[in-house]
């Protein structure tokens, strides 16, 4: 039975101060470019994927990240410390600009590890966070999905978070042959004339379904607000679709006992986790880079496509 008790809980939500990031996962789509280096270090132009997670957690006011990691992901951990060696480097060769971006990388938010022994899914994956989280909500982002927009994601959900003290899952209408890449939800539009008709009310939600069986064309990107209620039914979640533990499984449970929200986001979203997807991020983003664009466009212009 679904949850359809009043939308708030009494009083103002506590913030979010964590962002869970899992990044244990094997890649194999990538492979053989993920053989001996994490996926979510593949960059787009010049920057890896997990680096645009972690300065949208930045901008979005999220001070810690803690990423659930795994065997072969120590490139990760790297990326974020601080390289002196390096600085020291650039520092001697008079490159203060370049220095200066390196020495950032590390102090974007607070950050911390823990690991993800088995592959056994995102659910899981986000269950392994659950001692750092503790009885607080939480975002989650998968660096898959890189979304531009003026105001961070993150930080546009937040605001519903804000206003509802309740889960929020960015979505997006995707293509109905597109649907069984995707967490699907049905859903009805909340009647609020701040959110102008882009946040519903979830009533069901199904993990990569048929396109026969889908329940709408709204699907669920890699950006998520979630109570601390989720780590209970994470626990009790059994194997789903492709045997592994489904964050959406665990949602469905939590729907039961709470309202969740779909929010509608303002941007582009690229699937960075997916050969085609990636290389429209590169393309774009490279054009819109001051320092690269106009000369790539002249090169794509010369292509005899
Ligand atoms: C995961 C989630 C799915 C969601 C997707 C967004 O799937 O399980 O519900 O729609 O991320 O990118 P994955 O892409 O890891 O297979």
Redesign the pocket.
């Known amino acids: 039975m679904l949850h359809t008790g009043s939308d708030r809980p009494a009083g103002k939500p506590m913030r979010v101060r964590k962002a869970v990031l899992p990044v244990a996962g094997l890649g194999t789509r990538f492979l053989p470019a993920t053989k001996a280096q994490p996926k979510e270090m593949l960059p787009i132009v010049d920057k890896p994927l997990v680096q645009y997670a972690v300065e949208e957690v930045g901008r979005s006011g999220i001070p810690m990240a803690i990423f659930v990691t795994g065997r072969g992901k120590d490139a990760i951990e790297d990326h974020f410390d601080v390289s002196f060696e390096l600085e020291h480097q650039l520092a001697g060769r008079g490159q203060r600009e370049l220095r200066r971006q390196i020495r950032a990388i590390s102090a974007l938010t607070q950050m911390t590890y823990v690991r993800q022994k088995q592959a056994l899914g ?1 659910g899981h994956a986000i269950l392994m966070a659950k001692d750092l989280v503790d009885d607080e909500p939480f975002a989650v982002l ?1 660096s ?2 890189i979304v531009e927009s003026r105001v961070p994601c993150l930080k546009q959900m937040l605001e519903v978070f804000e206003r509802y003290g309740r889960s929020v899952v960015a979505v997006q209408k995707v293509d109905k042959r597109a649907v069984s ?3 699907i939800i049905k859903a009805h539009p909340v009647r609020d004339r701040s959110w102008d008709r882009r946040l519903f009310r979830i009533d069901d939600m199904v ?1 990569k379904p048929a396109p026969a069986k889908a329940p709408s064309d709204l ?4 950006r998520y607000i979630l109570t601390p209620a989720i780590f209970q039914e994470l626990a009790a979640t059994k194997r789903g679709a492709g045997g592994e533990i ?3 499984d665990a949602l469905r449970r939590l729907l039961v006992k709470e309202p969740i929200y779909g929010f509608i986001f303002e941007g582009k979203r690229y ?1 960075a ?1 997916d050969k085609l997807g990636f290389l429209q991020a590169t393309v774009e983003m490279a054009l819109k880079r001051p320092d690269l664009g106009e000369r790539f466009r002249q090169y794509l212009k010369s292509l005899d496509l």
């Open positions: 995102l998968l898959d999905d890449s995707y967490g993990e699907a669920i990107i890699g489904q964050l959406t699937d986790g």
